[in-house]
């Protein structure tokens, strides 16, 4: 099926790397190259002693080939004289749509932030041309900056950190692409992380492999999604990728909002607000008709739930938020508000999500970065076809989700996302448990009173941070009794100066209830002087009648 391309899909949040060899019609591009899109690109952040991973991207070498004939970095801080290396031993003959190639740069000696100024040099028709970091018209080739981490991040007995909401470079289309799959594993893996989750759009996977233009419905970009994930599971025993989409369906007013569906094999078209053809903005399905044939095994959270929709993306794509009955449907897991940035949005969003906890809806929550590809910076087209604009803001890893689980496999977190064993944060940890040898509870599960003894219990409080993301300013334990009109304080801690907290904090059942748990550090010191948070899923309690 041939879509009518209009300029309406320059409207979306456009946040990947930036497509620059579609131009309208009849529209002129100075964005437009004859040569592949060339990125440099490398994680935020490194673990400590793991090498520095430079990933370096070429997208549309199948249509416009090149010999990559030299790479550099300079490598400099306020701590180090600069220092450069060469990274290719000999040329390369770049010809795919997608061409990804990871470069493992020694670690120098120290910590803190560094600059990475990587130059490539390629040659195309007999010509050779030098480039820094990209080879965009308009982006500013900047430098990579990259912070050297002293310490690990934040650790508790069984918690594995990940991203939950990733696209890849299954999505491709006219204006953006994302990264391929194999090297983000290489990166995430050099960041400390332990997963993440693939979350393409519903209105990218349809669409044939050899044009963004067409839609097929044998649905090969969908099926070779599966097989890719697939083989990186079979081939990283201890990493997990976990499968997922990111649906545009309808909200209770019918317009269009985006749902995040994870470890499920069968693909749900949603094209509602693709931008495709004109005016066209009608998805296939509502939200309540997605959870009502939501497959057994599959966690169902409201993405970016409550984030600002601009006049444009309402007026032209239908877009919206999901409303209070969206997140009262039975059958939905929870709601993503941590979404890369604690704006607007993440306060709405955290806000519901309370309301809904009091009224006795277990909604969990997890968090992304709905990162497209951008490690270390992300770069969109501003003013079609003319501006490449950049920020670091969603950069993939920068707010994670934790799941606690006794064996890392896709099965394994896509279980805990289903029954809310997990935290959101951009940086400290924490966990809950119930003491009681008969009944162990913990984040996200029920604990019920078999007697008028286990009314009372102990409740164990684990939190930790490190000098990277700030002395824990504030640790608040709070609880919730259904139809309350707000949450009560049950404990509260200041350690400012410290990274680690062990606590037992005693509670009577006398309600259906639940207790939660969140965190807020000093930002003195911190790597990027702000303050960092933490929140878990409640633990619930159900008091003998």
Not at 32 to 50: Q, S, T, W, Y
Request: aromatic share 10%; net charge negative.
């Amino acid at each position: 099926m041939t879509h009518d391309f209009s300029p309406l899909l320059t409207l979306l949040p456009i946040v990947l790397y930036a497509e620059t060899h579609y131009r309208f019609r009849y529209f002129f591009s100075f964005l437009k190259k004859n040569e592949p899109e060339l990125i440099l690109d490398a994680p935020h952040r490194v673990e400590p002693g793991k090498p520095i991973p430079l990933l370096l991207l070429a997208k549309d070498a199948d249509r416009f080939s090149c010999i990559l004939h030299h790479v550099s970095v300079t490598v400099k801080s306020n701590a180090i004289h600069p220092t450069t290396h060469d990274l290719l031993k000999e040329p390369i003959t770049i010809d795919a749509k997608f061409f990804s190639k990871v470069f493992q740069l020694e670690r120098p000696q120290t910590e803190g932030w560094v600059e990475c100024d990587t130059e490539f040099e390629i040659e195309i028709h007999g010509r050779r041309r030098t480039y820094r970091n990209d080879n965009y018209r308009t982006s500013s080739h900047r430098p990579l900056k990259i912070f050297l981490a002293a310490t690990p991040l934040p650790a508790l007995p069984g918690l594995h950190l990940g991203d939950a909401h990733l696209h890849s470079s299954f999505t491709d289309d006219q204006v953006e692409f994302g990264a391929p799959l194999k090297p983000s594993v290489e990166l995430a893996r050099s960041m400390g992380l332990s997963f993440f989750c693939v979350t393409d759009h519903s209105y990218d996977l349809d669409d044939r492999t050899d044009g963004f233009l067409h839609n097929d419905p044998a649905l090969p970009k969908w099926r070779e999604l599966q097989n890719q994930i697939d083989a990186l599971n079979e081939a990283n025993p201890n990493f997990a990728v976990i499968r997922g989409e990111e649906v545009s369906c309808r909200n209770a007013f019918g317009h269009n909002v985006h749902f995040l569906l994870y470890g499920h094999r069968n693909f749900i078209p949603g094209s509602g607000d693709s931008a495709e053809r004109w005016f066209k903005t009608w998805s296939e399905h509502s939200i309540a008709e997605i959870l009502a044939n939501n497959v057994d095994g599959t966690a169902a959270y409201a993405s970016h739930a409550l984030e600002p929709i601009s006049f444009l993306q309402r007026l032209f794509l239908d877009r919206s938020t999901w409303t209070d009955s969206d997140l009262a449907l039975h059958g939905l897991t929870g709601m993503q508000f941590a979404n890369g940035k604690r704006e607007t949005g993440f306060r709405r969003g955290y806000e519901a999500w309370v309301k809904f906890l009091l009224k006795g809806k277990k909604l969990f929550t997890l968090a992304g970065t709905d990162a497209h590809g951008n490690f270390n910076r992300y770069r969109q087209i501003l003013i079609p076809f003319f501006k490449i604009q950049e920020s670091h803001d969603q950069l993939f890893g920068k707010m994670q989700t934790g799941i606690f689980c006794s064996q890392l496999t896709e099965t394994a977190v896509v279980q805990s996302l289903l029954t809310g064993a997990a935290i959101a944060t951009d940086g400290p940890v924490i966990n809950l448990r119930v003491r009681n040898d008969s009944n162990p509870t913990s984040i996200g599960k029920t604990f019920r009173s078999d007697s008028a003894a286990t009314r009372s219990v102990a409740i164990d409080l684990s939190v930790r941070s490190t000098p990277e993301f700030g002395g824990l300013a504030t640790v608040q334990v709070f609880y919730g009794v259904l139809g309350a009109p707000s949450e009560s304080l049950l404990a509260e801690f200041s350690e400012a100066q410290e990274f680690a907290l062990n606590k037992i904090i005693q509670l009577h059942i006398d309600a259906i209830s639940y207790v939660r748990a969140e965190i807020h550090t000093s930002p003195a010191g911190t790597r990027d002087s702000t303050s960092h948070f933490c929140f878990s899923n409640p633990i619930w309690f159900v008091p003998r009648a």
